[in-house]
Every structure is written in structure tokens, then in C-alpha cells.
């Protein structure tokens, strides 16, 4: 049996294409970039806005006003070190980090949500899989998608940097988790009103996984939705 995988063909396919001509009258991401391309599920997406000028949004992500707790509105800055984006960086994040695998894009809802329709290029890790609460090894597979895997053995040197960072509020104190070859991420939920992603944040931080290469997208499904941008249905294994 070939061990041949199209993914790499697909993806060099996706960069290549690049943007599209620009039309004058159509619904762009911005000035002279009408779409990008990402791979999804194995598959070439285009990550573009709708072109319905008079489209507008129906359902959940329509509603102005939900209870809290726990569906109150998060901080802009969820973390001391830990990025807030927009869009054009999340769209930046997909092209440079998750196009060249260098970088993860993680949609941090429940698979309820995820399966109702997610971002382009998005990794579902629910929250949950982070906690204190979690057992070893569903963290451990959750981290490994990361570049993250457990500690083998620790020098008195690599505790005392630890113990130095945690005191800085630069991560745990200690860690049993080996984070030198962790990947940049970008977290993202349902939008400014909903705690996942920036628990699964706070989470992260506390295993102490780098502040410096997480992003947060504060404005998440709802924002995404609001401006039109392409969501797929993910493929349910």
C-alpha cells in the first residue's frame, strides 16, 4: 500500500492559487484580498466573504443578549502576555502558521458546537481537555497536537528556570510538560461572550505552555459570522 498522502500536493495547490483577481464591486476581506485558501479535512477551502450585500444573520449568533453566568463578555485582555487578534490576523495566522504547520488554529468549543460549523483550518480541542480534571492521557494527546510532550526528565537548571518563570507570571511553576518545541496558537470560542477558549487559556498557562505564542480571537464564531467569512462543515469520523 502507497504511502503517498495528497496533503502536502493540496497544500502546495493552496498557496499557489493565492488571492484572486479583485472585483471593484465585490465584498472583499480587504483592500486587495478578496480570499485566501487553507486546507481543511484534506480538502483546498477558500476563506471568503459572502458576495450577498443583503445578507444578514438568522438564528443563535443573531441574539443580542444571553444570560450570565455564564455567558458574560470577556476581557479584551484575557491573559498578561497572551495576544488578542482580529480577523486579518487569524486570516494572517492561517496563511504563515497553519498552512506551514508551524502553527495551530484551535477551536476551542465542545463538539456540539464544533460540529454545527467551525473556522477553515481549525483543530477542535475542546477546553475541557486542558483542565485540572482531564485524566493524563487525553491531556497528553491534546498537548502532543501542540508540539507539547511530557517531560522525560528535569535538570536542576530547568526547574530553577521553571520556578523563576512561575514568579513571573510566565507560566507554572513547574512543569511535568516539555514545551521547547510547542507550536504558536491562535484560541477561539463562540465570540466576546463565551468563557471556553479563554479557560482553556487560562489552562494552558497554568501547565505552563509560552503566553508569548498564544493568541486569543476574542470575537470568535460570532464575529467571523457577522462578517461574513467562509465557516465548513466539519467531517464527523
Not at 15 to 37: C, E, H, M, S, T
Not at 69 to 96: H, S, Y
Request: hydrophobic share 40%; net charge positive.
Amino acid at each position: 500500500m502507497s504511502r503517498y498522502s495528497p496533503a502536502p500536493v493540496l497544500l502546495t495547490l493552496a498557496l499557489a492559487l493565492g488571492a484572486g483577481a479583485v472585483q471593484a464591486d465585490g465584498v472583499n476581506i480587504r483592500k486587495g484580498l478578496p480570499y485566501i485558501n487553507t486546507l481543511h479535512d484534506g480538502k483546498v477551502v477558500k476563506i471568503e466573504r459572502i458576495q450577498d450585500q443583503n445578507h444578514v444573520l438568522t438564528g443563535g449568533f443573531a441574539k443580542t443578549s444571553r444570560k450570565c453566568p455564564p455567558f458574560c463578555i470577556q476581557p479584551m485582555q484575557v491573559a498578561p502576555g497572551v495576544t488578542t487578534v482580529g480577523e486579518l490576523e487569524v486570516l494572517d495566522f492561517i496563511e504563515k502558521k497553519v498552512n506551514t504547520g508551524s502553527g495551530v488554529l484551535i477551536d476551542a468549543r465542545t463538539p456540539s458546537w464544533h460540529k454545527k460549523g467551525t473556522i477553515p483550518g481549525s483543530v477542535n480541542i475542546p477546553f475541557t481537555a486542558f483542565g485540572d480534571d482531564q485524566d493524563k492521557a487525553t491531556k497528553a494527546a491534546a498537548l502532543a497536537k501542540l508540539g507539547v510532550t511530557p517531560k522525560t526528565s528535569s535538570s536542576f537548571i530547568d526547574d530553577a528556570w521553571s520556578s523563576l518563570q512561575g514568579m513571573m507570571g510566565k507560566g507554572a511553576a513547574s512543569s511535568e510538560w516539555d514545551f521547547k518545541k510547542s507550536k504558536d496558537i491562535t484560541l477561539w470560542c463562540n465570540g466576546m461572550w463565551c468563557g471556553q477558549s479563554p479557560h482553556a487559556i487560562h489552562a494552558l498557562l497554568k501547565l505552563g505552555y509560552p503566553a508569548e505564542k498564544i493568541h486569543y480571537y476574542r470575537g470568535g464564531m460570532q464575529d467571523w459570522k457577522i462578517l461574513g467569512l467562509t465557516v465548513v462543515m466539519p467531517s464527523m469520523k
